[in-house]
């Protein structure tokens, strides 16, 4: 955890020294995919570090955990369906 301004960060970072080029290529393109985005329901990206051999990025901290957590937490997995019926009909 780290703070800029006063706000609470998460730093995600990659050390190109342990990863093939694939990894590094996939994150180097996270990176410049989350950097660009800018909406109020969306982490924000606060920066990124370009300098090999580590990459990283910086985002404001959910203080409630990952989405993953949420999604998984209490052995359910929710889904964008409103009921158990739309997810059985969808491929239908």
């Not at 999604?71 to 929710?78: F, H, P, Q, R, Y």
Request: proline share 2%; aromatic share 6%; charged share 20%.
């Amino acid at each position: 955890m780290a703070s800029y301004h006063g706000t609470r960060c998460a730093i995600k970072e990659m050390n190109c020294a342990v990863v093939d080029a694939n990894a590094v290529a996939k994150f180097k393109a996270e990176l410049n995919l989350i950097g660009g985005l800018r909406h109020p329901s969306i982490v924000q990206c606060v920066g990124v570090c370009w300098e090999e051999p580590n990459y990283c990025m910086i985002a404001e901290l959910c203080s409630n955990g990952s989405l993953d957590k949420l999604l998984t937490s209490d052995g359910k997995t929710l889904t964008w369906a409103k009921n158990q019926d739309a997810v059985s009909n969808a491929g239908k």
